[in-house]
């Protein structure tokens, strides 16, 4: 990787068009008040309160082990997936706390997509059968879903590439194809917000160009929050961006801004030394 | 050819790397090969023994050997034998029957137990489910044989009377005389109740490796339970549930002990279950054993060697099943 | 840093009490309805109510789930109603037959069982009367020898597939699940057809080890394999990069490191044949006396004292000896597979 200063990152940063919160209609975003997280005893993450407003990208960096994918899962309750799994704080989507009594959780997962590290498609389902999967899985009723489809496909930047074989197999895509796929697959059952955890970290650069090219279009219509060790990556697609560390303990949040200010005047210390490449 | 003559010109050809072993290691190869062998070997001698002893009968009944079902051995005024045929058939319709009935009641408990085992049972409720179920499947027939004797009889023969009172009109639970003790359906009750924790521990173990990573995929879609079992475990588990389903199939169809004590062994083609009268080619074996004379021992070794061959079918398409579908997935 | 206090950790995703309690209250109406339907219509009997239960239990709570959330939560109750059916079904027999067992069996056990054989008394005396002494050393003798005879083998077949993995590492494999699948009665037959009848002409100790080995050997080749094969590959390649031969590799390193292992391999061998009966009675003989010597005259064993007196009995006498060897055995087998748990549980997290 080329080296980074912080000034090359902050320039990348400012050259990309800045989303300001509250410029479009996409409700309220997400917000989290004082969120820690525990695996049995052990305390992964203390007091995070963050803001997504609706409409921006935000990126979570920091290094491995400092609670950011932890944080990630909290918003949507794939936290709850491990057993041992606790919580405390509130994440609020629209004002509603999703982890309020009697929330469906279903509901909130359909709100708030996510796509993983590594490109999961459904290797039992045919492209076209991989995107629509999630009406199938949530029991949705959708009329048109052959429009569904192709909108979904032409978002995630996927449809030239797979117009004439969606009756094949996911798995005889490329990775960058299948993260791609896997992105479609959650817009098609029409989220909120998408938690992307890492999202390019197994694919090659060019299909990484691809997913950023796909996630600055995705931008303009919903909220995206992006777990990622790329710091390029953060100042490319990012309009805030997030420094979490451990220090042994458990995760803290040390300092949000918007992502140009992150890179070029941090206000922490830790923040400067982490950008400018000293540790991490 | 000739182009790839002008290829190994120009590049050299691997060299070979090869590595005398020493002495010791060359012995040691040796023996454990040889002991490595040994089921091939045990397999070909009951295969050949079995057809040695057996072969004189299969000689001379040839293909009716399985085919007819008539098995007797009629003796003259002085005792000796005078005539003899030997039929399986019946038996091996006994056979499959309760095979069967013992598949389709126990299968589907197995699976579902299963999946609760897997996705709803949690820490040391599990684990201890896991140890009982597995505590079970260690339990021997002669112990499934006189429990489905003595305890499961009087409620299988209730059963027997509800279903032959309801669904009589199917001829399968017809009766020709209200004779429903000792019956096929009871000992493929019994048998049900045995392969149940062979299967479920075989599907549990398969639903256990579905990849987290799908899981999460469904999960993260909005899936529930059942729509994230539907879209993702079944898909991956189903060609080893099929082969471990078979796994019990071939255990029902070799078991004696059980039957012998809970069916009423009688030599005649029965289709309908519910009447107590039938038997399988292994509880023969054990029955006219003891008072056969050496052309029966023969035709007995015959049909040991038909069970043989069929168990062998039986699990060689299980083991094939699970191996491809657990490993792969989809 | 200000130390802030920590709240305590939550979760909110846990089935609550109260959510509990309703679902519990919804499985008591259900009983409730299923009486009340027992009362009232042509249903009768614990069949009748068994099943009306369960069918109206998973309704109300299909019906729940309906109205608190939707559709989908209303199919999801289903499966789990139908899986907790199943694994209910699954252990009804586990604890109807040890529950028979231990209740039948202790009427049939007496402290002088254990220092007496059957030559004195008939199975339909009093459960006093006897023993199965000769029984239980005859079980000792052939599944010890059976031992003998199947744990090298056994071993040699998992050494090849863990150790050479050879071309035909793969149909060995088969080979050896293709056995476990012999019918036990098959592995009599064939003990008859290559030895008793050909060549001894008598039906001893030493044929019912045979037979039991056959049954025996895949057991402990597969346990043996799945060991070997929990041993991390450093170590092999540790010795043999001190330049040390595989023979003592695999002698000095692998095998004591897979030694519990074994053990457990060798006691769900014990555990697959002890309760076999099938090849028992065809090839052992069966004795009502005592018998220390495998390679003559028949032998006795708890399989067949126990046989003997549910099939030629017929008194509750000879009932209460045979349930009583039966709780003999099945306390055998529990301890066993206790000690192969306790073994493997303690290697292999």
């Not at chain 1, 194809?177 to 992105?183: A, V, W």
């Not at chain 2, 050809?13 to 062998?37: C, H, N, Y």
Request: hydrophobic content about 50%.
């Amino acid at each position: 990787m080329q080296a980074t200063t912080p000034s090359s990152l902050a320039s990348v940063a400012n050259n990309r068009e800045q989303r300001v919160p509250g410029t479009n209609l996409l409700g309220t975003g997400l917000e989290t008040r004082g969120v820690h997280a525990w695996f049995g005893k052990k305390h992964v993450l203390s007091d995070v309160s963050l803001d997504f407003a609706a409409g921006t990208v935000t990126a979570l960096i920091g290094p491995s082990g400092c609670g950011k994918s932890t944080y990630l899962r909290t918003l949507n309750r794939m936290h709850e997936f491990i057993p041992t799994a606790a919580l405390a704080g509130e994440v609020l989507l629209d004002g509603q706390d999703i982890y309020a009594a009697g929330t469906d959780v279903t509901k909130i997962r359909l709100k708030v997509g996510m796509v993983f590290q590594k490109p999961n498609p459904f290797p039992s389902m045919t492209i076209g059968e991989n995107v629509l999967s999630g009406l199938k899985l949530a029991q949705l009723k959708k009329s048109n879903t052959d429009e569904l489809l192709e909108s979904c496909l032409v978002r995630a930047g996927l449809w030239s590439e797979v117009k004439d074989r969606l009756s094949e197999h996911g798995g005889a895509l490329s990775g960058g194809q299948q993260q791609r796929l896997c992105i479609a697959r959650s817009l098609a059952v029409e989220p909120q917000v998408l938690l992307m955890d890492e999202p390019c970290s197994a694919l090659d650069p060019g299909s990484t160009f691809r997913i950023e090219e796909t996630i600055s279009e995705l931008a303009k219509s919903m909220t995206i929050v992006i777990v990622t060790h790329n710091m390029q990556q953060a100042a490319r697609v990012s309009d805030y961006t997030a420094f979490f560390l451990s220090d042994g303990g458990p995760g803290v949040m040390v300092e949000t801004a918007p992502t140009s200010k992150i890179f070029s005047s941090p206000t922490d210390k830790r923040t400067e030394d982490y950008v400018t490449g000293r540790f991490g | 050819m000739t182009l790839l003559e002008n290829r190994s010109a120009a590049i050299p050809a691997p060299r070979e790397i090869t590595t005398k072993p020493r002495l010791s290691d060359q012995i040691f190869r040796a023996i454990v090969t040889v002991g490595g062998m040994s089921s091939l070997v045990i397999l070909g001698l009951i295969a050949l023994f079995l057809s040695i002893k057996g072969f004189n009968v299969l000689k001379v009944e040839q293909l009716s050997f399985i085919t007819e079902s008539k098995w007797e051995v009629l003796q003259d005024a002085e005792g000796k034998i005078a005539e003899s045929t030997f039929g399986l058939a019946a038996m091996l319709v006994g056979t499959f029957l309760a095979a069967f009935i013992a598949i389709i009641v126990g299968v589907p408990i197995a699976v579902l137990s299963a999946l609760y085992l897997t996705f709803y049972a949690r820490g040391s409720v599990k684990k201890f489910l896991v140890s009982l179920i597995d505590l079970m499947a260690a339990f021997p027939s002669l112990l499934f044989g006189f429990w489905g004797f003595i305890v499961l009889m009087g409620s299988a023969e209730y059963w027997a009377k509800l279903l032959n009172k309801y669904l009589g009109f199917i001829p399968i639970f017809d009766v020709p005389a209200p004779i429903f003790e000792r019956s096929p359906f009871i000992a493929g009750l019994v048998l049900a109740i045995m392969i149940i924790p062979i299967v479920t521990a075989i599907s549990r173990e398969i639903f256990d490796q579905t990849p987290l990573d799908r899981i999460q995929a469904a999960y993260a879609l909005g899936a529930s339970k059942l729509s994230m079992i539907r879209a993702v475990v079944i898909p991956y588990g189903r060609g080893g549930v099929v082969g471990g389903a078979m796994l019990g199939l071939g255990r029902a169809m070799g078991e004696t002990v059980a039957v012998y004590t809970v069916l009423n062994v009688v030599y005649q083609i029965n289709w309908q279950v519910l009447f107590g009268a039938g038997g399988n080619v292994a509880s023969l074996i054990l029955l006219k054993f003891g008072e056969a004379g050496p052309d029966e021992v023969d035709a007995l070794m015959a049909a040991g060697l038909v069970l043989f061959l069929l168990t062998l079918v039986v699990n060689a398409i299980s083991d094939i099943l699970i191996n491809t579908f657990g490993k792969k997935g989809r | 840093m200000t130390q802030t206090t920590i709240p305590s950790p939550q979760t909110p995703w846990a089935t609550s009490f109260q959510q509990r309690l309703n679902t519990a209250g919804l499985i008591a109406l259900g009983a409730v309805l299923a009486g009340v339907a027992v009362k009232t219509t042509g249903l009768s009997g614990k069949l009748g109510f068994a099943v009306s239960f369960f069918f109206i239990a998973s309704l109300l709570i299909f019906i729940q789930q309906l109205r608190l959330r939707d559709m989908a939560a209303a199919k999801d109750s289903l499966l789990s109603s139908f899986a907790s059916l199943a694994i209910v079904l699954t252990l009804i027999p586990i604890i109807s037959i040890v529950s028979t067992v231990v209740i039948r069996g202790y009427q049939g056990i007496h402290f002088g069982m254990f220092a007496n054989d059957m030559t004195m008394a008939s199975v339909n005396d009093p459960v006093t009367a006897g023993g199965l002494l000769h029984a239980l050393v005859g079980t000792i003798i052939m599944v010890g020898v059976a031992l003998l005879i199947s744990f090298p083998i056994g071993l040699l077949t998992a050494l090849y597939l863990t150790e050479i993995r050879g071309k035909l590492a793969r149909p060995i494999k088969f080979l050896v699940q293709a056995m476990s699948g012999v019918p036990s009665i098959v592995a009599g037959l064939f003990i008859l057809s290559i030895l008793v009848i050909p060549v001894t002409q008598e039906l001893t100790g030493l044929m019912g080890s045979l037979a039991l080995s056959i049954l025996m050997i895949p057991t402990i080749a597969r346990t043996a394999e799945e060991m070997l094969l929990l041993i991390p590959n450093d170590l092999r390649e540790a010795g043999v990069a001190l330049g040390a031969t595989q023979w003592r590799t695999v002698s000095g390193v692998v095998v004591p490191a897979a030694r519990s292992g074994l053990v457990t391999a060798v006691i769900l061998g014990i555990a697959r044949i002890i309760g076999e009966t099938a090849p028992i009675l065809l090839v052992s003989g069966g004795a009502d006396a005592l018998n220390f010597n495998p390679a003559s005259g028949p032998m006795g064993s708890l399989p067949f004292y126990i046989w003997k007196a549910f099939l030629t009995g017929g008194t509750e006498e000879a009932y209460a000896r045979a349930w009583g060897g039966m709780l003999i055995l099945l306390i055998l087998i529990i301890s066993l597979f206790s000690l192969a748990r306790y073994l493997s549980g303690r290697k292999v997290a």
